[in-house]
């Protein structure tokens, strides 16, 4: 889950570099760079899934 | 991908380069500040600890940045090397030589840039001491400072203000001005927080921190007096850091300072009563360090956006990083159960980001796209920073342990690792908040 979350975290990067050189159109690349965020989020919220410390590690 | 020349930047006249390295020179408050705020925050048994690694993160970052870090970052009218997409030349590192060869150092802009961004980045180093508080051994934070100031720092730091690909958004895609980030809140501050959730990941949480429940146990720091004195120090360094950003990054004029002054004070000012309400409302009496946590993170807030803002946004900003860095330390704390003595992730990354954003909602920065400049910088820095200071840092981690052995941590780290405490009339080995 922890190396998933990473790579979503790259992957919602290169779409928004992506739609930033390449797309043309404003409300297109908008719209892109809002899913490469969210894309991010998402890979975001893995990676911290992924590090949550179970009780007896905490100790 | 081939070595281009950027264009070069304004020249300033004298005056303006003597009162911009008058500002230079006072930026290392802002160090100062957060080693006394970190140390503050953390144990009494590992106050020296703290204090030692300060100084040893800004020497290694000023050593490692000189010898490798500026040839990755360069400046604007610097050759680097680019990447041709759509006709266009995207800068991702510049070819500068090592050690500084060839560069002169006198009053020009460029060279102004080399002094700040040696203070600079050991700014960037001293935040994940906080995080990794009480646990971080001394060798591993050396290491660990060396490749945030060697690679990751300059190489963000290039496409912010070298002249790299962030900078050009605005030349190359029509996105307003390029992403705008003056004071550095995010080369410096979300650069360094999320180098310090990255460490808090690594290293796990300190011994005693969670319950078998999962519950977090309070670990209180030591000493409030150094936390506001480092408050205090920090807003006289932030205020040179920002003006001295504005004119070299953005090339403000010298009369700007005072707005720049009076928007990062304000910044803070809200923040600091912001947070302070929060927690009346949330534990029924003011916190003193989430308030203090609070002055900081509207400086941090303050940094990219400081030379646009009008005072009444300003106050906004800063209101809203004092809400935000309550709610996120709270946040990562009960739901994450991230360990963050100092809340570096909260302060740093979160109000960094903040700040990032209000440049795009708040800044008067003409006409232009600004939103998706502003949304660019906040992606690489989650999805190419993050993955690249944790990757470094694991690796790191793999070859050379990063967390204290359990007796370091049960003796302190002064004690452990330093032969000696800070405080030596005191028996301070007592410490009823560690399950032995």
Known sequence: MKIAGFLLLIAGWAIVVAAVALLPSSGARFGFVFAGVAVELFGLTLAVRAHLVLPAEGE | ?436
């Open chain 2, 1 to 436: 991908m081939t070595p281009v020349a950027a264009p070069p930047v304004l020249p300033l006249s004298e005056i303006s380069a003597v009162f911009c390295l008058l500002l230079i020179l006072l930026v290392p408050f802002t160090g100062t500040g957060l080693a006394l705020v970190n140390t503050g925050l953390g144990g009494a048994r590992s106050a020296a600890h703290s204090i030692l690694a300060a100084l040893c993160v800004m020497a290694v970052a000023a050593l490692v940045y000189v010898i490798v870090g500026y040839a990755w970052q360069g400046a604007p009218g610097h050759p680097d090397h680019a990447l041709v997409v759509a006709g266009k030349a995207w800068g991702w590192i510049a070819a500068e030589p090592f050690f500084l060869r060839g560069r002169r150092l006198d009053l020009s802009p460029s060279a102004l840039t080399i002094l700040l961004q040696m203070f600079s980045v050991g700014l960037a180093g001293l935040i994940p001491l906080s995080s990794g508080a009480d646990r971080w051994r001394l060798g591993a934070i050396c290491a660990s400072t060396a490749l945030l100031a060697g690679f990751t720092y300059p190489l963000f730091a290039h496409w912010v203000w070298g002249g790299g690909w962030l900078a050009e958004l605005g030349v190359n895609c029509g996105l307003g001005r390029g992403f705008i980030d003056g004071g550095g809140s995010s080369a410096i501050q979300v650069v360094g927080g999320l180098t310090a959730l990255s460490i808090t990941w690594i290293l796990g949480p300190r011994r005693g921190k969670f319950s078998a429940e999962g519950m977090p146990a309070a670990l209180p720091g030591h000493n409030a007096v150094l936390v506001f004195l480092g408050c205090t120090l920090a807003w006289i360094g932030w205020i040179a850091l920002n003006s001295a950003g504005a004119i070299l990054f953005l090339s403000a004029e010298t009369g700007r300072v005072v707005l720049i002054a009076v928007n990062t004070t304000l910044c803070a000012a809200a923040s600091t009563l912001g947070a302070a309400v929060v927690t009346r409302i949330r534990f029924g009496r003011p916190d003193a360090s989430l308030s203090a946590n609070g002055w900081i993170a509207g400086l941090v807030a303050s940094s990219a956006a400081a030379a646009f803002l009008k005072p009444a946004a300003a106050i906004f900003v800063g209101g809203v990083a004092g809400i935000l860095v309550v709610t996120s330390a709270d946040f990562l704390e009960f739901q994450l159960a991230i360990d963050d003595p100092g809340g570096a992730v909260s302060v740093h990354a979160v109000a960094g980001l903040w700040g990032i954003l209000a440049v795009a909602l708040l800044a008067d920065t003409g006409p232009g796209r600004q939103w998706i400049a502003q949304l660019a910088g906040v992606a690489t820095l989650l999805g190419f920073v993050l993955p690249l200071t944790y990757g470094l840092n694991w690796l790191l981690d793999r070859i050379y342990r990063q967390r204290v052995d359990r007796e370091g941590e049960l003796q302190g780290m002064d004690l452990f690792e330093l032969g000696s405490g800070a405080y030596p009339e005191f028996d301070i080995r007592g410490d009823e908040f560690l399950q032995r």
